[in-house]
T-cell receptor, first 116, second 111 residues
Framework: GENVEQHPSTLSVQEGDSAVIKCTYS??????FPWYKQELGKRPQLIID?????GEKKDQRIAVTLNKTAKHFSLHITETQPEDSAVYFC???????????????FGTGTRLTIIP | NAGVTQTPKFQVLKTGQSMTLQCAQD?????MSWYRQDPGMGLRLIHY???????DQGEVPNGYNVSRSTTEDFPLRLLSAAPSQTSVYFC??????????FGEGSRLTVL
């Protein structure tokens, strides 16, 4: 099955600086890569996702890049703000023939702390 | 819409006791699932359902049971609780593959 590795496990950055979280996956059939944000004591929520026919996707201060050849994808947060402090999870899944998200495999999470 | 609703939010059990975590969604999603979240291990799939009457095992199904009698409800049963089942449990639903909508979580402690 799929194996998703996520690094680093913790990350501290100064407010206003950029943060980068990296994930690698093992199954070449994976073609859907979402990122979830979980604030302390809250539920995970989708912040951005990318499919394998796209190399990069941006949404305001958040961007995700995908390198299918190397089997890795990254989350980039620019101009970080205190509200970006949270745990971020990457995930990978093949979409073909899925009924839902039964093949979605999550990484182990990155705790991001923004230092004011 | 309330989205995905889980109860209870907190529960303490003794080893060997049984209990049911309730999950309901009002988005008419066919896909529903249960995850457990443990420190350093991310979110691991316990069981899932692709529609009423259809359930299947995920990555860590042992010690848990599910049923899906309606589109809205997907309860998770712990048959004989063990300390290894101490965790935070999340119910999640989606309309096909794609964005998962999570409940607020249920923190379970087994003594």
């Amino acid at each position: 099955g799929e194996n998703v590795e996520q690094h680093p496990s913790t990350l501290s950055v100064q407010e206003g600086d950029s943060a980068v979280i990296k994930c690698t996956y093992s199954d070449s059939a994976s073609n859907y890569f979402p990122w979830y944000k979980q604030e302390l004591g809250k539920r995970p929520q989708l912040i951005i996702d990318i499919r394998s026919n796209v190399g990069e996707k941006k949404d305001q201060r958040i961007a995700v890049t995908l390198n299918k050849t190397a089997k890795h994808f990254s989350l980039h947060i620019t101009e970080t703000q205190p509200e970006d402090s949270a745990v971020y999870f990457c995930a990978a899944s093949p979409l073909i023939s899925n009924f839902g998200n039964e093949k979605l495999t999550f990484g182990t999470g990155t705790r991001l702390t923004i230092i004011p | 819409n309330a989205g995905v609703t889980q109860t209870p939010k907190f529960q303490v059990l003794k080893t060997g006791q049984s209990m049911t975590l309730q999950c309901a969604q009002d988005m008419n999603h066919e896909y529903m699932s249960w995850y457990r979240q443990d420190p350093g291990m991310g979110l691991r799939l316990i069981h899932y359902s692709v529609g009423a009457g259809i359930t299947d095992q995920g990555e860590v199904p042992n010690g848990y049971n599910v049923s899906r009698s309606t589109t809205e409800d997907f309860p998770l049963r712990l048959l004989s609780a063990a300390p290894s089942q101490t965790s935070v449990y999340f119910c999640a639903s989606s309309q096909g593959p794609g964005e998962l909508f999570f409940g607020e979580g249920s923190r379970l402690t087994v003594l």
